[in-house]
Each structure stands twice: as C-alpha cells, then as structure tokens.
C-alpha cells in the first residue's frame, strides 16, 4: 500500500443560505452515477442513517434527497478512531425527460441509498429495420 491509498477523502460540507435549521452538520453525499438501456442507476453513501430516516422527494424535474443521522445515538460515544465525521446528508439532482417519473425505486443497505431511474419507453435504445 502507498501513502495516497491511505489518505482520507473530506467530506464536502453542503453550503446553505440563510439558517441552519439543524444541531449538527449537512454533507453532499458522495455518489456513484451510471446507467444501462433501461435505467439510471444512482448509489449514494449515507453512513449511520437507518432506512426510516431517508426522504426521498420528486419535484418539478427535481430530486431530492434528505437522509438524517439521530444525534442522540452518539450521545456520550468517545471514539478510538473515525474515518468519517458525523452529520445529516443532502444532495439533489435534476431530472430529464427522459426519466419515467411514476417508476423510481429506492432502497438503502449497509448505508448505501441505491435509486433506479427507469428509463421512458421512447428514450431506450432500439434497433431500426432496415427496408
């Protein structure tokens, strides 16, 4: 292992206008982004937030995601080592058209939240007949 494999990574602190509303920081979750003929596949890392505490919102082309850790569980913890810092996670992305809104799955394992896209019927690949 060289040194570059063991440096950490920061987490990228979400820039807010106006009032925090929270006790505690609010990250943009880091997230993997990649696709096949049939969906968007996004895979978005939220460690130590449980499924119940994940909101996922579509708005006018907007998606939403708000995942919020519970401070209280780390009440009076006195880490050896941490590799992350504590915090909520928020993140949005816009959505084209060629998206089926009505079809979006979500699920959240091992403080991974995995949302597929599914493509509209019209935006797939198709092969042409040639005449």
Do not use: W
Not at 41 to 69: E, H, W
Not at 76 to 88: A, K, S
Request: proline share 5%.
């Amino acid at each position: 292992m060289t040194a570059k494999e063991l440096e950490l990574k920061d987490k990228k602190e979400l820039e807010t206008k106006g009032e925090k509303t929270y006790s505690c920081k609010v990250y943009v979750p880091d997230t993997d982004i990649y696709e096949d003929d049939k969906a968007i596949f996004l895979d978005i890392d939220i460690p130590g937030v449980s499924k119940k505490d994940v909101t996922v919102k579509l708005d006018n082309n907007i998606l939403s995601i708000d995942a919020k850790i519970r401070p209280e569980e780390y009440d009076g913890l006195q880490p050896l080592y941490g590799e992350y810092n504590v915090g909520h996670y928020f993140r949005e992305f816009k959505i084209g058209e060629r998206v089926e809104q009505d079809k979006i799955d979500a699920n959240v394992n091992n403080g991974v939240l995995h949302l597929t896209l599914h493509k509209l019927e019209k935006a797939q690949p198709r092969q042409i007949p040639i005449k």
